[in-house]
């Protein structure tokens, strides 16, 4: 069982920066692939961006491939999403999940945070 708590969300201006941080605690945290997915009013949740056990490995969905970087930090339990050049379509609720296996499924992961929103005007 993992436990994740998510948080940083906001409200910014399209253009500015957030970053998302992700705790994590139960099972041994350093064995999981970690992803952060958001889902937007009336849409299906997507997936963001992924980070292997051992950091080493990232994965970006397109959309904010150059824009957005996810790091962990195993000795704290923690995962982050640096969120740079915000967009307006970036608004949604955003998700810390944890599974023992990359996927760009949701479906995938086994365990998910209650989820930050981000909200970007223009």
């Known amino acids: 069982q993992v436990q994740l708590v998510e948080s940083g969300g906001g409200s910014v201006q399209a253009g500015d920066s957030l970053r998302l941080s992700c705790a994590a605690s139960?099972?041994?945290?350093?064995?999981?692939?970690m992803g952060w997915f958001r889902q937007a009013p009336g849409k299906e949740r997507e997936f963001v961006a992924a980070?292997?056990?051992?950091?080493?490995?990232?994965y970006y969905a397109d959309s904010v491939k150059g824009r957005f970087t996810i790091s962990r930090d195993n000795a704290k339990n923690t995962v982050s999403l640096q969120m740079n050049s915000l967009k307006p379509e970036d608004t949604a609720l955003y998700y810390c999940?944890?599974?023992?296996?990359?996927?760009?499924?949701?479906?995938?992961?086994?365990?998910w945070g209650q989820g930050t929103q981000v909200t970007v005007s223009s």
């Open positions: 999940a944890a599974s023992e296996n990359y996927s760009q499924l949701p479906s995938t992961y086994d365990w």
């Open positions: 139960g099972r041994t945290f350093s064995n999981t692939v």
């Open positions: 980070i292997s056990w051992s950091g080493s490995n990232t």
